[in-house]
């Protein structure tokens, strides 16, 4: 019995529901989370208010849980990215970057944690590596921009059954010739 075939089932109907790869929508919430916690962390500098901080920690916890859901759904993507594509080595940089934006975040959150416990207001260091991992998620969220626009990977199209719209085109034929994933493009 292969242990992973509950998760992949329940993936395999939401991609059926939405009609592509769930990824795309679940990597909204770590992103936009992580990108609330470093706004949060900068008030909480400038204006001292303790409870922008409260405002960073939660928004952070909610970002890694966030990111769960986007490593199951997206190593499911990976695993369907032959290797010898060149789109492997980018989705392979954004896995790993992905990695390293999730460390960096769940050790800030264990620091602010720590220091919070401890009854201080979160360090520098907590802080930086918050900061780091944000600025690093640009970067990673721009190459997941990239398997998709310029790769076409998680592309398909949404309708399984075509017998009724054979004369119409599909897949990438549906797009402009000059667009970055059509025919021509």
Not at 22 to 30: D, L, M, S, Y
Not at 86 to 105: K, M, R
């Amino acid at each position: 019995m292969d242990l992973l075939s509950p998760v992949t089932g329940l993936i395999d109907q939401i991609e059926k529901l939405l009609g592509h790869s769930p990824h795309p929508a679940i990597v909204a919430v770590p992103i936009g989370a992580w990108t609330l916690s470093n706004v949060c962390d900068g008030l909480a500098m400038a204006t001292g208010d303790d409870r922008y901080d409260d405002a960073a920690s939660v928004s952070m916890a909610i970002g890694l849980a966030g990111a769960a859901g986007a490593v199951v759904t997206g190593l499911r993507d990976y695993s369907y990215i032959p290797k010898d594509r060149p789109s492997h080595d980018v989705a392979t940089t954004h896995a790993l970057g992905n990695a390293l934006v999730a460390t960096l975040f769940a050790t800030s959150y264990i620091l602010r944690t720590r220091d919070r416990a401890a009854g201080r207001r979160p360090s520098r260091l907590s802080r930086t590596l918050g900061i780091a991992g944000g600025g690093l998620s640009l970067y990673t969220a721009w190459l997941g921009g990239v398997l998709v626009e310029e790769y076409g990977e998680a592309v398909k199209p949404v309708m399984d059954d075509w017998s009724d719209h054979e004369d119409e085109p599909h897949g990438r034929q549906r797009l402009a010739a000059d667009s970055p994933l059509g025919v021509n493009g």
